[in-house]
């Protein structure tokens, strides 16, 4: 139900555009979020947003670089800017109705998406 896209190798300080489509048009009552897990580390929260309200917050580890936006009724965009060797990892999107940061309160997750940061 959730695909994600857009991941890719890139050199530090570069930019990424990941893309989360979903099948059918995103409800006003979802959280769509992004997490991301690089290798042998849990899953982390990365952004989300409140569909009806368009209301975003961030981990404070990709806040001022980060954004997180609805681009289509049923797509959810993260811009990734001045990126670093540390947001490597598998990008994942996520639906959920709680406004949370944890994994399991979201239900619905996409396959996820492999991003390189080179230094």
């Known amino acids: 139900q959730l695909q994600a896209s857009g991941g890719g190798l890139v050199q530090a300080g570069g930019s990424l555009r990941l893309s989360c489509a979903t099948s059918?048009?995103?409800?006003?009552?979802?959280?769509m979020a992004w997490f991301r897990q690089a290798p042998r580390k849990e899953r982390e929260f990365v952004a989300r947003?409140?569909?009806?309200?368009?209301?975003s917050s961030y981990a404070d580890s990709v806040k001022g670089r980060f954004t997180i936006s609805k681009d289509s009724a049923s797509t959810v965009a993260l811009q990734m800017n001045n990126l670093k060797s540390e947001d490597t990892a598998v990008y994942y999107c996520?639906?959920?109705?709680?406004?949370?940061?944890?994994?399991?309160?979201?239900?619905?997750w996409g396959q996820g998406t492999q991003v390189t940061v080179s230094s």
């Open positions: 947003i409140r569909w009806s309200t368009g209301r």
């Open positions: 059918g048009r995103i409800y006003s009552s979802a959280v």
């Open positions: 996520a639906r959920g109705t709680q406004w949370a940061e944890l994994p399991n309160e979201y239900g619905s």
